[in-house]
């Protein structure tokens, strides 16, 4: 009797727990997404996982069988194969102690390859809030990372000839995500040209518009 109860209250805490609510978050190699992302952990707490981030640290694993392949891409300012980037989001999430379970996903997805895996390995797993889109010219971008660069990024694709690859890509594999989830009505668009403090108070209203 002791045990059924037990196995009644599991199922009944189990059908209550909320799935993951994730923001992704897009915008042109430094529209200020990582910078964002920082502020919305200070102020509310959420988690950010930036999916370049979690690939760069499977590059430096010396046992990972993908840092050849991950670091080629990221020099090249291509984008990884989704499995390997859905599985890292996937793990991080669910290693996440964060009691919040409210996730922004940086960086992600960036191309048709990434939604596909995105939506196949996590539909039912998570749901998606809203998509932060930091809009940016591609000046402002190209200068912001060569002088994060400069100041010493350590980040090997912070260098002109790649950064003219990651604009490319952006414009050609991302832009038509960003519009995909335009036509669901998820896109939240700032002016990343801004100051960061006035880029982050609309970041404040979005947030505060999808009852986060
Ligand atoms: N800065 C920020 N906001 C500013 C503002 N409003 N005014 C003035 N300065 C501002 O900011 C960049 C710099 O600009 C900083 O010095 C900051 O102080 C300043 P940051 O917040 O870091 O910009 P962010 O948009 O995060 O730029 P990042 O370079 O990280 O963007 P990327 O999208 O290029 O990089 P990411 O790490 O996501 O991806 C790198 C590579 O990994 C990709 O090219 C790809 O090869 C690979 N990748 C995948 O294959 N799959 C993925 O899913 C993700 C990545
Ligand atoms: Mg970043």
């Given at each position: 009797m002791f045990k059924a109860c037990q196995i009644f209250v599991r199922s009944l805490t189990m059908s209550a727990a909320k799935i993951p609510e994730v923001v992704f978050v897009l915008g042109g190699p430094g529209a200020g997404k990582g910078t964002q992302c920082n502020n919305i952990v200070q102020k509310y707490g959420y988690v950010h996982l930036s999916a370049g981030d979690l690939l760069r640290e499977e590059r430096t694993?010396?046992?990972?069988?993908?840092g050849e392949l991950i670091e080629n891409h990221i020099l090249n300012g291509t984008i990884v194969p989704v499995e390997i980037t859905c599985s890292l989001l996937d793990r991080a999430m669910q290693n996440s102690?964060?009691?919040?379970?409210?996730?922004?996903?940086?960086?992600?997805?960036?191309n048709e390859d990434n939604l596909q895996g995105w939506t196949k390995a996590m539909t039912g797993k998570a749901e998606i809030k809203g998509v932060f889109f930091f809009d940016c010219s591609k000046e402002k971008c190209m200068e912001r990372c060569l002088n994060r660069g400069k100041k010493g990024s350590g980040r090997s694709d912070d260098n002109e000839d790649t950064l003219r690859k990651r604009l490319d890509n952006y414009v050609t594999d991302t832009v038509p995500i960003i519009e995909h989830y335009e036509n669901l009505g998820l896109v939240y668009k700032f002016n990343?040209?801004?100051s960061p403090k006035n880029v982050f108070l609309d970041v404040q209203e979005a947030i505060e518009k999808i009852g986060w």
């Open positions: 694993k010396p046992n990972s069988e993908f102690k964060n009691p919040n379970k409210k996730f922004m996903i940086d960086g992600f997805p960036r990343s040209m801004q």
